[in-house]
């Protein structure tokens, strides 16, 4: 037994040694072919890319390595280059793209590239190509003979190849860590972004026969995968960041998500508009899990247009502030509505459907007056936006945006309201209606009594119904107001004070001689008040919207302009007396004296 077993060690190591031996003389082979074939390689790569690129592309690279035995090789200090005056000759031939690149890297690492079967079956099959922390420049320049072409190659790399090889093939290019800039050159003053830090995998890139006309592939690749995780940004004015979380996009789905997308103020409420000098609306926007699909990339690659047939936002927060304390910048805001931002936004943009779930939108503001800051709410905010373009051509079938939604004012009362945005308007035109249902009144003094000096004591709302048509400058329409049970108290600002003081006589006054308790009245007459408002062209588009409904509102309790004169002139007139009879007091006590 002993024999038998030292005799099967020996056949082992002889094994071992044999495999040894012709693993060196392998791996020295290897070396030898890489040494000697090195220049050829490099020539041939060096053609491979002139010729199949039309003589618009050249690479430079400093060393070749390569590893016959495990089938891989790397390339160093790599840059790809376009040659300018074959771009030139090209756009005069009308074969020119839309977009050229340039590319440097340190380094490109090819892996199993299969060498045999290049000289058996003449075929290039390589499983990756890995590019590590790449610098890319992509330059845009818009050409109308590419308008409609198909997002394929004008002329096939096939018959650049045909000679000596069947086909080209790579399983995967991997971009990782892409330092990214777009150069616009479609404008007189070439425009530049960057990003940085995006990984792009390229799947089943081919070159044979017939793959420059199949319609399953872009540019010869059966897919495009983008992704970018935890991006961060400021904004040109240095007030925000915006961040990206998890963003990822596949074009053979042409859907595109995100996880998150924030804009986040560096400042306070308080001290945003401080460190602006002037008053100035402060946004804070948090949107999860939010999916566009449809995306078409070619048209995004040639002309950088998003075109999509649907967007999904489900979850997040859409909060406005603005102190009203401090100066105005002294300016209009005009073209500052949500439709008119959306004309103003360079690249053109097209979301057919956009569907919102569970919203919360906010709306505040510190008032100079009451010292105070108030706030309105609309909380589970749902419903669909159609029409979210800037493109003429779409313009021009459908001028309109159309927004139907669902949400629920202050958290209690369920309001269904619909916008209808006229996208051509110069003068930003826009209409809306909709319908409150049930709340208690006692809800909206988060925001009357900071905003309006005005405490709704009791009072439950039936009904609130409204349709409105506006522009920058004025609003007009109708409400009706159906309420039970109304009384209100009036409040004043006492220096010195941080609270708002209540005025109970004169509160007392107008629930007893100016304010309707109930609407319609136990004789069933019903009050509905026409609007007509004229915009303060210093106020934004939430605070113009809530100003034309609270004056509807307030001419329908009661409180028309004339009565509100009559109850303030009654208040000042009271103050007078009050100030005159501390007056007298104080006189008195000084002649005891």
Same mark, same amino acid.
């Given at each position: 037994m002993m024999r038998k077993t030292r005799k099967t060690f020996t056949v082992i190591k002889w094994v071992a040694a044999v495999m040894f031996l012709l693993f060196v003389a392998a791996d020295a082979m290897s070396w030898y072919l890489s040494v000697k074939l090195r220049p050829v390689i490099m020539k041939e790569l060096k053609d491979l890319v002139l010729n199949s690129t039309d003589s618009l592309y050249r690479i430079e690279f400093s060393t070749v390595n390569t590893n016959f035995l495990l089938g891989n090789a790397s390339v160093s200090n790599v840059k790809i280059i376009p040659d300018t005056l074959i771009f030139n000759k090209l756009i005069k031939l009308k074969r020119a793209p839309n977009n050229i690149y340039e590319v440097s890297l340190k380094k490109l690492t090819i892996r199993n590239f299969h060498p045999f079967s290049i000289y058996k079956d003449k075929e290039l099959s390589v499983e990756q190509l890995l590019f590590e922390h790449p610098k890319v420049v992509m330059i845009n320049r818009q050409f109308d003979f590419n308008e409609n072409r198909p997002p394929r190659p004008n002329k096939s790399p096939y018959e650049y190849i045909s000679k000596l090889l069947k086909l080209v093939s790579v399983n995967t290019i991997s971009l990782k860590d892409v330092s990214f800039k777009y150069i616009n050159k479609n404008v007189p003053v070439p425009e530049v972004d960057s990003l940085d830090k995006l990984d792009i995998t390229l799947k089943d890139w081919l070159i044979d026969a017939n793959s420059a006309t199949d319609p399953t592939r872009?540019?010869?690749?059966?897919? @495009?995968?983008?992704? $970018?995780?935890?991006?961060?940004?400021?904004?040109?004015?240095?007030?925000?960041?915006?961040? =990206?979380?998890?963003?990822?996009?596949?074009?053979?789905?042409?859907?595109?998500?995100?996880?998150?997308?924030?804009? @986040?103020?560096?400042?306070?409420?308080?001290?945003?508009?401080?460190?602006?000098?002037? #008053?100035?609306?402060?946004?804070?926007?948090?949107? #999860?899990?939010?999916? =566009?699909?449809?995306?078409? $990339?070619?048209?995004?690659?040639?002309? &950088?247009?998003?075109?999509?047939?649907?967007?999904?936002?489900?979850?997040?927060? @859409?909060? @406005?502030?603005?102190?009203?304390? $401090?100066?105005?910048?002294?300016?209009?805001?005009?073209?500052?509505?949500?439709? &008119? =931002?959306?004309?103003?936004?360079?690249?053109?943009?097209?979301?057919?459907?956009?569907?919102?779930?569970?919203?919360?939108? #906010?709306?505040?503001?510190?008032?100079?007056?009451?010292?105070?800051?108030?706030?309105?709410?609309?909380?589970?905010? #749902?419903?669909?936006?159609?029409?979210?373009?800037?493109?003429?051509?779409?313009?021009?079938?459908?001028?309109?945006?159309?927004?139907?939604?669902?949400?629920?004012?202050?958290?209690?009362?369920? =309001?269904?309201?619909?916008?209808?945005?006229?996208?051509?308007?110069?003068?930003?035109?826009?209409?809306?209606?909709g319908e409150l249902g049930d709340m208690d009144g006692g809800f909206l003094n988060r925001i009357t009594k900071p905003l309006g000096m005005l405490q709704v004591n009791s009072g439950m709302v039936k009904k609130l119904s409204f349709n409105v048509v506006a522009d920058e400058a004025k609003a007009s329409g109708d409400l009706n107001f159906r309420y039970k049970d109304l009384s209100i108290g009036l409040m004043k600002k006492v220096e010195g004070k941080n609270r708002l003081v209540k005025l109970g006589l004169f509160s007392m006054l107008a629930n007893s001689l100016v304010i309707r308790p109930d609407n319609p009245d136990d004789k069933g007459k019903m009050v509905g008040a026409s609007i007509y408002f004229q915009r303060d062209p210093r106020i934004s588009f939430f605070s113009f919207i809530w100003k034309t409904l609270l004056q509807g509102i307030k001419y329908t309790v009661g409180l028309t302009p004339e009565k509100q004169a009559e109850i303030d002139a009654q208040i000042a007139k009271f103050e007078k007396m009050k100030n005159d009879r501390e007056q007298r007091r104080e006189a008195r006590r000084r002649r005891k004296k």
């Open positions: 872009i540019y010869l690749l059966k897919d @495009v995968l983008i992704n $970018l995780n935890d991006y961060q940004f400021a904004t040109p004015d240095s007030l925000y960041h915006i961040q =990206l979380n998890e963003f990822s996009f596949a074009a053979s789905t042409g859907k595109l998500n995100v996880k998150k997308f924030a804009v @986040v103020p560096r400042y306070s409420e308080m001290d945003f508009g401080r460190k602006v000098g002037f #008053s100035k609306e402060r946004f804070s926007i948090q949107l #999860s899990d939010i999916s =566009l699909s449809g995306i078409d $990339l070619p048209l995004y690659i040639k002309k &950088q247009e998003l075109a999509a047939q649907e967007m999904n936002i489900t979850n997040g927060f @859409v909060s @406005v502030f603005n102190n009203n304390e $401090l100066p105005s910048q002294g300016v209009a805001r005009v073209g500052k509505f949500p439709h &008119q =931002l959306l004309q103003m936004v360079k690249a053109q943009l097209t979301v057919k459907k956009l569907n919102l779930s569970d919203v919360d939108i #906010s709306y505040a503001e510190f008032d100079s007056d009451s010292k105070q800051k108030g706030r309105i709410t609309f909380e589970k905010t #749902s419903g669909t936006i159609l029409n979210v373009t800037n493109e003429e051509k779409v313009k021009a079938k459908n001028p309109f945006m159309l927004a139907n939604l669902k949400t629920y004012m202050m958290g209690q009362g369920k =309001l269904m309201v619909n916008f209808k945005f006229d996208l051509n308007a110069k003068n930003g035109a826009f209409s809306y209606q």
